[in-house]
């Protein structure tokens, strides 16, 4: 896609911020072109951004592929390794809004070599809990599904865009950082327990998905994939774990008929107060 493909048609306000970031892109690919990276410097920074424990957590994400079971680098590790690589330009654009979806394109762009890679894509304002389609008007709702769909598209953009292996270089620097975490294992996996309990995964769930077994190096190391995943709303809590009456929207949305019962109960109880 050419440059003049990408432009977004629209309004006079439209077309004027369309025209403020073609001018910002081409003096990026100046400047790009005036301080070229340093490959070996760039590498260096990814691997020693990639020592920090708080993004070695958040490098990877997990989604069910029928019975199996794939882990990529994430969202967070993409754009981590492409503000190191420098010169990069990526993001998502909503081209319009109409008929109840968005219009959008997600891009990559290497602005020294020129390569680059965008997804063009549709996100319709809903979303499906419990087997019920619900259509979606509150603009932060219909924003935040937007960024979520944004965020896949991103990533495979970025990823398309980095050479391969240096995304492999950065994925094993963030497992090595993970295997010399000398907190013990519990300690961690109770910290994660409490986290998957915030987006509505309960410890049995997640014994269950295990056959109540002890979760070991391995299993802990796939559960923050999971996290990961279910938290940026790359997949939904019933891809892993057995609901049984929960929702399955992302970011774990608990229990709507528990929810139910706690309003009911409270209302029961202020009742009660009054007769009294």
């Not at 965008?118 to 979606?136: M, N, S, Y």
């Not at 599904?145 to 598209?153: I, M, Q, S, W």
């Not at 975490?181 to 109770?190: G, V």
Request: proline share 3%.
């Amino acid at each position: 896609m050419s440059i003049n493909e990408m432009q977004i048609q629209g309004n006079a306000p439209t077309q004027a911020l369309n025209n403020r970031w073609m001018e910002e892109v081409k003096g990026a690919i100046f400047m790009a072109k005036q301080f070229p990276r340093d490959e070996s410097l760039a590498i260096g920074r990814i691997l020693k951004a990639c020592e920090r424990k708080t993004l070695a957590e958040k490098a990877t994400y997990v989604y069910q592929r029928g019975n199996e079971t794939v882990k990529g680098p994430s969202i967070r590790l993409a754009e981590a390794i492409a503000q190191s690589w420098g010169n990069i330009s990526s993001g998502v654009i909503e081209l319009d809004q109409k008929n109840g979806e968005s219009n959008c394109l997600s891009y990559a762009w290497d602005l020294e070599s020129n390569f680059r890679d965008d997804k063009i894509f549709t996100v319709k304002h809903e979303r499906k809990a419990q087997g019920i389609i619900k259509k979606l008007t509150d603009p932060r709702d219909i924003y935040e599904l937007v960024a979520n769909n944004g965020a896949r598209r991103k990533r495979a953009c970025i990823l398309a865009t980095i050479p391969g292996d240096i995304i492999d270089a950065a994925l094993a620097k963030c497992e090595e950082t993970l295997s010399k975490d000398n907190e013990p294992l519990q300690k961690r996996l109770a910290e994660l327990l409490k986290n998957f309990g915030e987006i509505g995964v309960t410890k049995e769930m997640i014994q269950k998905r295990y056959s109540g077994k002890a979760i070991n190096e391995k299993e802990y190391a796939e559960l923050l994939g999971i996290y990961n995943t279910i938290k940026d709303g790359m997949q939904r809590t019933g891809d892993f774990f057995e609901t049984k009456g929960q929702t399955t929207e992302p970011n774990g949305t608990a229990n709507l008929n528990e929810k139910l019962q706690k309003k009911v109960s409270k209302v029961n109880a202020n009742n009660s107060d009054v007769s009294n």
